[in-house]
């Protein structure tokens, strides 16, 4: 018997067609919103029964999204990995209340780059039933399963698929590994820790704070509206600029001297060129921070980012270690025909992609954000051909998929999702960066009023859980933890309070420091502290008074905490984090040189409330050194051992 496709089954197949009930609970689900509710789809399977049969269960985990942000989620995709083909025969949803457009697709491979990427729609519904089953028929073989919820108005509890595997397929999973990868090897810790900054801070402050400097870089900084679509790139000097060219930025010579100063430029390329895009009509280009695709244009699609990818290549034509031909260059006349200058080793593809106050013209989906990503890294494996993606300028450019609002672990495994299934597994980026700030929050998951040091609020663990999924799914890859720190202002919902004898700038210094070596013994490669200035030093606003100095127009005065993380820099400087140190009153963390014979010990009281812990010392052979933050030197503050010392919430580094 056989039920039309996209319809719902007023029948059931013969009993020798049917398929059984698949055993879901050893699939693996991807949440394309990145909100991480797509397992409550399949969470109760025992409970679910079989309702095919007419003997289904009552599920209670409902699969609801909310109205907040409808306009970014909807319609929210799941899809279900079954691990190999299967032969699929059937489908039933709990319907919980409300009503909205339901669908079950299935992905076909062969299909992947026609105008629905692959998947088609075999089953539709609209919810309208109450606390009730609905069952529908299946036809088709297919490892992917999508399930579609159209609106918030629908709520879904669970789902039940029936079929049976097709032929003997060993099971395979869809984030297994990269084949051949070699693990990253860890970053020396002066490497590992920077700062976010401008073009227009000095390279004197930038330095000693930051073994790479996350320059926040603007797309339209570097076009200029010429009339010539290919001679529109400005870097030396650059389309900031003014009306009589006597001022402007020069970014040839800012990475030079940055470079020279022993700081490695790594710009995050942020917000849309409206010159960049040649439209015909009176179609409106994108702007400002919305997504670089040209109006109308599937934002899922690799060829939509054309522009950006060619704008990236152009980057990495200049600033990476390989010469291009001088006629791919697409410069402004009057700007220096140079390619291969070797000042940049990577670059950033965007600034918190998945950000949700811009509305969804500034929204990235986890798969749009794939699609750019494919784009910028080598043309979508060159099907945009030459000029496109930093890889098609040099090879050896590595290209950081851009900083994630948050430690967003379901956006990533549906970006690695997406790369299987559209470049067959090869990931798309050189690293991975996501954001995250400590601070106190109430039980509803509101900002409480107040940041919170590192070790209470688990920064290591939180950390951990993606650097143990990169080392799983992606060796290799590198992770950046792209922003982190602390505002100095009291009023601030992230604040790093003063308390006993401590300032707030003297405990946002601490509190980074270990904040960064947390960061290092999770396993992440570069963690790149928000900022290097303040924005506004009077000001109680979130990330006014992040800043390691005060404001630019205030010359940029170093705070106490600008002291310590050069300090800490110093104190570190070639050693990798080789393992915590085990000791009931204090924390503390061992770093070694690699393959050499240099050690040091971080120590600190992880608390929170000017605690001293006297009379310690460490274990085994007595160190040479030790050497105190220091509010006032960026070295540190270094005297022989002589013996047993106070231990503060300040690190303190022994060096034997």
Not at 123 to 151: H, I
Not at 158 to 179: F, I
Request: glycine share 10%.
């Amino acid at each position: 018997m056989s039920c039309p496709a996209l319809l719902l089954a007023l029948c059931l197949p013969t009993a020798g067609d049917a398929g059984e009930k698949l055993p879901l609970a050893s699939a693996t689900v991807y949440d394309l919103t990145g909100r991480g509710l797509g397992p409550r789809l399949i969470d109760e399977q025992e409970d679910a029964g079989d309702p095919r049969a007419g003997a289904g269960g009552t599920p209670s985990s409902a699969y609801e999204l909310g109205w907040i942000n409808q306009d970014l989620y909807f319609p929210a995709r799941t899809v279900i990995d079954l691990g190999r083909p299967h032969d699929l025969t059937g489908a039933a949803w709990f319907d919980v209340s409300g009503d909205g457009p339901f669908e079950i697709r299935l992905f076909d491979s062969a299909n992947r780059e026609d105008a629905n990427h692959g998947w088609r729609t075999l089953l539709t519904d609209d919810l309208k039933k109450y606390n009730a089953w609905s069952v529908g028929e299946l036809s088709g073989q297919a490892r992917y399963v999508m399930v579609v919820v159209g609106s918030p108005g629908g709520s879904v509890a669970e789902m039940v698929l029936y079929g049976r595997p097709a032929g003997d397929a060993p099971v395979e999973t869809a984030d297994a590994a990269t084949a051949d990868a070699e693990p990253v090897e860890p970053a020396p810790f002066d490497r590992l820790l920077g700062v976010n900054g401008f073009i227009d801070d000095p390279v004197e402050r930038l330095a000693p704070v930051a073994g790479t400097v996350r320059e926040y870089h603007s797309w339209q900084w570097d076009v200029v509206e010429t009339g010539e679509p290919d001679a529109r790139i400005a870097f030396s000097p650059s389309a900031v600029r003014n009306d009589t060219g006597t001022w402007a930025w020069d970014f040839d010579r800012f990475y030079r001297e940055l470079n020279a100063a022993g700081s490695r430029p790594a710009p995050v390329m942020q917000g849309t060129a409206e010159a960049a895009f040649d439209l015909e009509g009176s179609a409106e280009p994108p702007s400002g921070a919305e997504k670089p695709v040209p109006p109308g244009a599937d934002a899922e699609s690799p060829a939509s980012y054309r522009e950006h990818a060619a704008h990236l290549f152009q980057y990495a034509a200049r600033y990476g270690g390989r010469e291009v031909a001088d006629e791919r260059l697409r410069l402004e006349p009057g700007q220096p025909r140079v390619s291969g200058l070797g000042l940049v080793g990577d670059i950033e593809n965007w600034n918190e992609p998945n950000r949700t106050w811009e509305g969804r013209a500034a929204y990235f989906s986890p798969w749009e954000l794939a699609a750019m990503t494919s784009a910028d890294y080598d043309g979508h494996q060159g099907a945009l051909g030459p000029g496109h993606g930093v890889k098609d300028a040099d090879p050896d450019f590595g290209l950081v998929l851009g900083g994630l609002v948050a430690l967003d672990l379901e956006g990533l495994k549906a970006i690695k999702l997406w790369c299987d299934l559209y470049r067959d597994g090869s990931f798309p980026a050189d690293a991975i960066a996501v954001h995250y700030y400590c601070r106190a929050l109430d039980a509803s998951g509101r900002e409480a009023g107040h940041g919170l040091p590192p070790e209470e609020d688990g920064l290591r663990r939180r950390v951990k859980e993606i650097t143990a999924w990169r080392d799983a799914h992606l060796p290799g890859v590198e992770v950046h933890l792209g922003e982190f720190g602390y505002d100095t202002h009291p009023a601030s919902p992230m604040s790093a309070n003063a308390v006993g004898s401590l300032s707030a700038e003297q405990v946002q210094g601490d509190w980074l420091v270990r904040s960064a070596l947390e960061l290092a013994a999770a396993g992440v490669d570069r963690a790149q502290i928000f900022m290097l200035r303040d924005v506004d030093s009077d000001s109680p606003g979130k990330f006014s008074t992040c800043g390691l100095t005060g404001t630019k127009e205030n010359g940029h005065p170093p705070k106490a905490s600008w002291f310590h993380i050069a300090a800490a820099r110093a104190a570190l400087a070639g050693l990798v984090y080789d393992g915590d140190l085990e000791d009931d009153r204090v924390r503390g963390m061992w770093f070694a040189e690699p393959n050499g014979e240099r050690r040091a010990l971080a120590v600190w009281s992880p608390t929170a409330e000017d605690r001293r812990v006297p009379d310690w010392a460490p274990p085994g052979p007595a160190p040479r050194t030790v050497t105190r933050l220091s509010d006032d030197d960026p070295a540190g503050d270094t005297a022989p051992w002589t013996g047993p010392i106070v231990v503060t919430e300040g690190p303190a580094f022994l060096r034997w």
